[in-house]
């Protein structure tokens, strides 16, 4: 288990974002251009092999400091250090390197993959802009389908055949062809059905422990979260109200916002006199 | 089919389906059977969830209910009665004049299900205007109702916005406005809070809940997630592979599920849940993929994934057995 | 700036860019309006250099183009060599025929083309929709040149409308109502030519976007509210497929105008498509240039139009989201 989030353990972490804020500008006619301060300040760490977890409702600003973080966007002050290098000012070109120690996987991945590319062209793109040789190209696209569970058989069916669940598999499978230290799910497993939630999340974690990967987990769910997170930010409003280990956000939250998410997060939960009361 | 009336706190029967069987002929793929014989029972007054995972043909069993299946689904045999008439020899102009006023369909994803060039105001007030005689003026008095019982504290603004100027949550709101607007009997809700983060999802139920009680509307409750349904349902029918293999009082599905099937479902629901999963660990899955219709195979469909399969389940279908009142559930393992 | 802003500046930069252009090809291109001059033997060289000298032909291109630019600002595009007038009169003298004969055959494919492709929408999939279908794709195919052509010769052959300019011969002794339907004679043949290839256009486009919106997510759960078919195409269907309808309003204007400069050469029609292929043959310069200004300035206000309706009819463009919620 890691220590409580604030303290900076520099040797063991791998990502250690600080004083990160970023602000967009919304284009209005009526009322001109309103700034929206998506993330304010934000403060945290992830170990090396460690899963923190950054949970919110809906516009906290919690994707918009995952894609800072997976270098698909700038952040406007700050410092994203990831494997002792601040790459939040880096430039295009400098960033390049860093693309393949950090993955990010998205919400849908149906989107996410062009559905006219095989399976093995999905795999296989990240290692034909670093220039490998084609055998050694389908040998590491054989490897990554069987890791992630799916069969090799199945590489050169196209993206589009694939049920939901197998193409979240294969964007994870895609995500890994670089050898990622750090992987950011934005809501990866949001739309899937239960038992795929629950395959891809067992997935994750055997992976997880299989290559010390860590993960930035993005989530609104904090049931899911909670079996699969050492630690926990809470963001409201663009800010990390509350962090700590998962056990003590779920049993002593602070913030109201926590409380508010973990309140919601039990009412789901299954209570006899409930239904009861309501069928009366 | 149910035949058990016993308990004593339902209503009389308001929609009943009798061995549906519906299937989709995609223009370039074989046909694919969405409904394999599914019968149920709704109660006036009573909130039924179905529980399922996507391609389990949940959806296609409420489009059926309210005779709006796309162009290519057809439905080959089977009864649908509401109020004692069957729906499927209905005229199309009497169908229309019963959609949304006794039976209303809360859609999936309300980004998609509003017009997005009319204010949301006009659109709940065009469902009154398709069923009932009131004046301009009457119908807009009734829409800032609608929009205050739906817990909008300006109805007058929120009459006037568009659908992209509201959230996730507020156009859900609006869609359920329309749904209730002229007091349908019963309401189909599919997945009514997929689209919704888990705080929104909550209001949502709350909403339906208090919908529930004010006006004793039955409803029937779509979703790929048990602990929704718990919350509020009175029975859960679980479908799987176009039939309903497990169906049960809320209660006892929850605690006692008996095919394989649902207790693997309620096994990672509950491994989800924060009281049960403080811990970092492994789910509980079902392994394997989720049903492909399009794959013909005899026997029980369950069985590729089921960890109790015998050497009947492949072979032949698994009988509907009663093991106590109220519960149907098609498994071998209760055919005795 | 707000969206009409942006777009009244990028209107502007537009008109900049095409007499840029125009400016640049017809310079490029080989001649000039003084070489049958040069080969008669009664006119001096020095005669031609200093004519060439008076309309300021000797100067640099770029020269040239400021000069005209400056001028053009104020109202004045030149001065044309053939004709001995400066452009702008006799331009818009012309324009204004050609005016007449657009507007009349947009209004004429709009009024069909509308109502028909959204019928056709309705009734998708029937046998009706289908030989609509049909005949358009072959209207699509044949070149606009091929119909006038062909209605042309039905017409001499059989006399059944006038032929010929714009008016006939003893148009000044008529009343003011025969004069109308004097014109209005002349004027069927080449309006019916335009209409005919414009609405087959916009009937296609108008009848893709209903049955694109007839598709759409909202009218599924609008029929499961019970909402009438009917009321559902005029009132919920409609409004959202006219955006792309709307869109097309530039488009087809832009057509009309290009295939009308045809049509006029070929029917005789005194508007602006004959004036500009005379300049072009005799390289009269500033002619060709007002000319196609002129006719690029018709395509940029028509597309000035339909941004206009555009944000009358669609609350996001009014709101500025980017694309649908």
Same mark, same amino acid.
């Given at each position: 288990m890691t220590s409580d989030l604030p303290t900076s353990q520099q040797s063991n972490s791998l990502l250690r974002v600080r004083k990160l804020s970023k602000s967009y500008v919304r284009g209005n006619l009526l009322r001109g251009r309103v700034p929206v301060e998506a993330a304010k300040d934000v403060h945290f760490e992830v170990d090396c092999a460690h899963t923190l977890a950054i949970i919110g409702a809906s516009g906290s600003g919690k994707s918009t400091v995952a894609r800072c973080i997976a270098g698909l966007e700038r952040p406007d002050v700050g410092e994203v250090w990831i494997d002792g290098t601040d790459i939040a000012q880096l430039s295009f070109r400098e960033l390049r390197p860093f693309r393949s120690v950090v993955q990010m996987i998205f919400q849908d991945a149906a989107t996410s993959m062009n559905p006219r590319f095989s399976a093995a062209e999905v795999i296989e793109e990240p290692l034909l802009i670093q220039g490998q040789h084609r055998e050694e190209r389908r040998h590491i696209a054989e490897t990554l389908m069987k890791k992630v569970g799916l069969s090799a058989d199945w590489l050169d069916r196209s993206a589009a055949e694939f049920s939901g669940g197998q193409r979240q598999r294969l964007a994870i499978a895609r995500a890994l062809t670089l050898g990622p230290k750090l992987l950011v799910l934005d809501e990866a497993w949001c739309g899937l059905d239960l038992s795929m939630q629950a395959q891809i999340a067992n997935l994750l974690l055997d992976l997880q422990t299989e290559h010390s990967l860590s993960y930035l987990l993005i989530s609104h769910d904090l049931a899911l979260v909670a079996r699969m997170a050492d630690t926990v930010a809470v963001m409201s409003h663009g800010q990390i109200v509350?962090?700590?280990?998962? %056990? %003590? =956000? =779920?049993?002593?939250? %602070? &913030?109201?916002?926590? #409380?508010k998410l973990l309140n919601s997060a039990k009412a789901a939960e299954y209570k006899p006199q409930l239904s009861k009361g309501a069928s009366a | 089919m149910l035949e058990e009336h016993s308990s004593g706190d339902a209503g009389d029967t308001l929609l009943e389906i009798r061995e549906l069987r519906v299937t989709y002929s995609p223009a370039k793929a074989k046909p694919v059977r969405a409904l394999d014989g599914v019968s149920l029972e709704v109660r006036s007054g009573e909130v039924i969830g179905i529980l399922g995972e996507s391609g389990c043909g949940k959806s296609t069993l409420a489009n059926s209910a309210l005779q709006s299946l796309p162009s290519n689904a057809k439905i080959e045999s089977g009864e649908i009665l509401f109020k004692n008439r069957d729906l499927l020899y209905l005229r199309e102009r009497e169908l229309t004049s019963m959609r949304g006023r006794e039976i209303s369909l809360i859609p999936q994803d309300p980004a998609l299900a509003l017009n997005p060039v009319m204010t949301v105001g006009a659109q709940i007030s065009e469902v009154l205007r398709a069923h009932l005689p009131l004046k301009a003026g009457q119908r807009k008095e009734r829409v800032h109702q609608l929009l205050q019982e739906m817990g909008f504290e300006r109805p007058a603004e929120i009459y006037r916005a568009y659908p992209h100027q509201l959230s996730g949550g507020q156009r859900q709101r609006i869609v359920i406005a329309q749904a209730i607007s002229c007091g349908p009997a019963l309401i189909f809700a599919d997945e009514p809070t997929s689209k919704l983060d888990a705080l929104l999802q909550m209001? +949502? +139920?709350?909403l339906l809940c208090a919908i529930r009680v004010r006006h004793g509307t039955a409803m029937v +409750? /779509?979703? &790929?997630?048990? !602990?929704?349904?718990?919350?509020?349902?009175?029975? /859960?029918? *679980? !479908?799987?592979?176009?039939? /309903? *293999?497990? /169906?049960? #009082?809320?209660?006892? @599905? !929850?605690?006692?599920? @008996? &095919?394989p099937y649902t207790q693997a479902l309620m096994r990672i629901a509950k491994a989800s849940s924060i009281a049960e999963g403080d811990r970092k660990g492994r789910f509980p899955t079902i392994e394997g993929e989720v049903f492909d219709p399009a794959m013909l195979r005899t026997g029980c469909s369950f069985e590729p994934r089921c960890q109790e399969r015998m050497e009947a389940c492949l072979h032949n279908d698994p009988p509907k057995r009663a093991p106590e009142a109220e519960r149907l559930v098609s498994c071998f393992q209760y055919d005795k | 700036m707000n969206y009409l802003g942006r777009r009244l500046v990028r209107a502007i930069l537009l008109l900049v860019g095409v007499s840029a252009l125009c400016f640049a090809f017809t310079e490029m291109a080989p001649g000039s309006f003084f070489d049958e001059m040069r080969l008669n033997p009664q006119i001096s060289p020095a005669t031609i250099t200093s004519l060439e000298e008076h309309y300021g032909l000797n100067q640099p291109l770029f020269v040239r183009y400021e000069r005209w630019m400056q001028a053009a600002a104020h109202g004045d595009f030149g001065y044309s060599i053939a004709y001995n007038t400066p452009v702008a009169p006799l331009l818009w003298s012309r324009a204004k025929n050609t005016l007449l004969l657009t507007i009349v055959a947009m209004l004429l494919a709009w009024l069909i083309s *509308?109502?028909?492709g959204v019928w056709a929408a309705a009734q998708h999939g029937r046998m009706l929709d289908k030989m609509t279908g049909v005949t358009s794709s072959l209207f699509l195919a044949v070149p606009e040149v091929v119909f006038a052509v062909a209605l042309l010769a039905i017409v001499v052959r059989w006399r059944i409308l006038p032929f010929g300019g714009m008016k006939s011969a003893d148009f000044d002794g008529l009343s003011t109502w025969a004069r109308f339907w004097d014109v209005a004679g002349h004027m069927l043949l080449p309006v019916l030519i335009l209409a005919l290839a414009d609405g087959t256009i916009i009937f296609r486009h108008v009848r893709a976007s209903v049955l694109e919106a007839l598709e759409a997510p909202f009218v599924r759960a609008s029929r499961s509210f019970g909402i009438s078919r009917t009321r559902l195409l005029f009132r919920h269907v409609l409004p959202v497929a006219a955006g792309p309808a709307i869109s097309l309003f530039g488009f087809s204007l832009a057509g009309l105008i290009s295939g009308s400069l045809l049509v006029e050469v070929v029917c005789g029609w005194p508007g602006l498509g004959p004036l500009i292929l005379d300049a072009t043959l005799s390289r009269d310069f500033y002619l060709v240039i007002g000319g196609l200004i002129f006719s690029a300035l018709f395509m940029i206000v028509g597309n000035l139009i339909a941004d206009i309706m555009l944000v009358v009819a669609d609350p996001r463009i009014r709101a500025g989201v980017p694309d649908a919620p």
């Open positions: 509350e962090s700590g280990s998962t %056990q %003590q =956000i =779920i049993s002593g939250p %602070q &913030h109201t916002e926590t #409380k | 209001e +949502v +139920v709350e +409750v /779509i979703s &790929h997630d048990p !602990m929704l349904l718990a919350g509020f349902a009175d029975r /859960i029918a *679980v !479908m799987y592979a176009g039939r /309903i *293999v497990e /169906i049960g #009082k809320c209660a006892e @599905m !929850m605690e006692r599920p @008996m &095919h | *509308v109502p028909l």
